[in-house]
């Protein structure tokens, strides 16, 4: 029939033999396709036997090493492995086989068309049985932070230091019994995971995404738990470090569970008596004009200064930046809270300044008492083009605490400026001016100066 309408339609004979002859060797090939897939054996991929997270707090960033055993067929066998509602980056996935490592490759990997959270390998295996693996990537959403306590003592002269590693976890899969390990330092990565994530990470060239790899499993190629340090120990579990170059490495011992869209924290470093300087800084807060009484001046901001060494009883690892919480200590055995601030990271040897927060037992107030303008100089016009500004200011420090403070007052003056009558003094930067103060406890001092600013032709260039 279909010969008769073509010789009708003017189309020769032999082109409809041929487009016949077409049709029947595609059906073949289909034909054979479907045999040969039906010789592959599909591979359920099984609940994990071991999970290993190591995560990054400088950037977000975890690398994911589970550990599962498989049921091969010998010959061909196909594993699907997805990954819908997460933020793993496909680019990384790989496989291992970790037992008939000579007998199990893989021989092809690619995306499932209209599932871009999947993909498939091709393995092919000379044994038949379980086969141990490990299936590693890279993932976004599991963080980890420090949480500090500083319980100042009533004098506020010691402090005790309580810190804690806190694991946040919004990467949409829940991890049972999980090894954690936790990486402390900067770590720069090429792409943001969670961008790699959305996309698709088909973007990044592979020499780019190796050498990002190969950065990363410097501090985290390391092997699973021996078996006896896995179970999870009667009491909190304990935080072995150990340092790896420029970074430095807590492992949580046992196992744990970190669910999807939950927390979970586990106490670090706890030390008494710390000695530290309740030290105070100050920006400016206004100039009170000659004439104009105003308040009895500004609060200043507080800091605890001390340093991450041996003579403070720290100096074995670097501090991860987190929250600081301080408190007081009264003499009844009760806590005043102080303040909450960031920290960012202390490396060892290094000065840590933990903010209070303004203090108003320590003021500020700045007064402008005398302001003259002198050596005018005239253009050509008759016009001023040129002055200097003679002020005399004095600064006063108040310190109701019952304890001796350190204070630095910096103050700006823009352009050509020289200090007068006022001693100790440091010239902090090209427009700013530092003055340095021990203040005794509920104690009081002034600080007189002159300033002569040059404007215009004035100015020494």
């Known amino acids: 029939m279909s010969a008769e309408r073509s010789r009708r339609r003017g189309e020769p004979r032999g082109a409809a033999r041929n487009r016949w002859r077409f049709s029947l060797a595609v059906t073949l090939v289909l034909l054979a396709t479907l045999a040969a897939d039906s010789r592959v054996g599909l591979v359920t991929l099984p609940r994990r036997d071991e999970v290993q997270l190591t995560i990054y707090n400088s950037a977000d960033i975890t690398l994911v090493r589970e550990r599962r055993t498989l049921t091969l ?7 699907e492995f997805s990954w819908a509602g997460t933020l793993i980056d496909p680019t990384s996935v790989q496989f291992l086989p970790l037992t008939h490592r000579d007998d199990v ?14 993909l498939v390998w091709i393995l092919h295996s000379e044994v038949s049985g379980p086969v141990k693996v490990e299936i590693s990537y890279f993932t976004s959403g599991l963080n980890w932070g420090s949480d500090y306590e500083a319980v100042l003592d009533p004098k506020a002269a010691a402090m005790d230091l309580n810190s804690y590693v806190r694991v946040e976890n919004h990467s949409g899969e829940t991890y049972e019994d999980a090894q954690v390990r936790l990486v402390v330092g900067t770590i720069h990565l090429v792409e943001k ?46 935080i072995i470090k150990e340092g790896l170059s420029e970074y430095f490495l807590y492992t949580v011992s046992g196992k744990h569970k970190v669910e999807d869209g939950w927390s979970v924290r586990w106490p670090n470093i706890s030390v008494r008596d710390i000695p530290v300087e309740n030290f105070y800084r100050d920006r400016g807060g206004g100039i009170e004009r000659r ?29 991860p930046d987190g929250t600081v919480h301080v408190y007081q200590r009264r003499q009844d055995g009760s806590r005043l809270f102080l303040g909450s601030s960031h920290s960012k990271y202390i490396p060892v040897d290094q000065d840590w300044e933990i903010e209070v927060g303004e203090d108003p037992d320590v003021l500020v107030k700045d007064v402008e008492k005398d302001k003259q303008v002198e050596n005018v100089v005239f253009n050509s016009r008759g016009r001023p083009n040129g002055y200097d ?22 103050r700006d003056f823009s352009g050509d400026f020289t200090l007068e009558g006022v001693s100790p003094a440091e010239k902090y930067d090209l427009d700013t001016v530092r003055f340095r103060r021990r203040i005794a406890a509920f104690g009081a001092e002034r600080i007189s100066f002159g300033v002569i600013t040059r404007k215009g032709v004035r100015a020494r260039r």
Not at 73 to 79: F, H, Q, V
Not at 105 to 118: E, L, M, Q, W
Not at 395 to 408: A, L
Request: no cysteine; hydrophobic share 35%; glycine share 8%.
């Open 291 to 319: 004439g104009i009484e105003g308040p009895a001046g500004h609060p200043v901001r507080r800091y605890l200064k001390l340093k991450n060494d041996e003579e403070h009883k720290l100096g074995s690892e670097p501090l």
């Open 73 to 79: 067929s010998e010959g061909t066998n196909r594993l």
């Open 105 to 118: 490759s893989v021989r092809d990997i690619s995306f499932p068309p209209g599932a871009p959270n999947s």
């Open 389 to 410: 500004v003679h002020q005399l200011r004095e600064i006063s420090i108040t310190n109701s605490r019952p304890f001796p403070i350190q204070i630095e007052i910096f």
């Open 193 to 238: 995971i969670a961008d790699l994530a959305r996309r698709g990470g088909r973007a990044i060239p592979p020499k780019v995404q190796a050498k990002f790899r190969n950065a990363v499993q410097r501090t985290a190629g390391i092997e699973f738990l021996a078996e006896a340090e896995k179970a999870v120990p009667p009491a909190a579990p304990e």
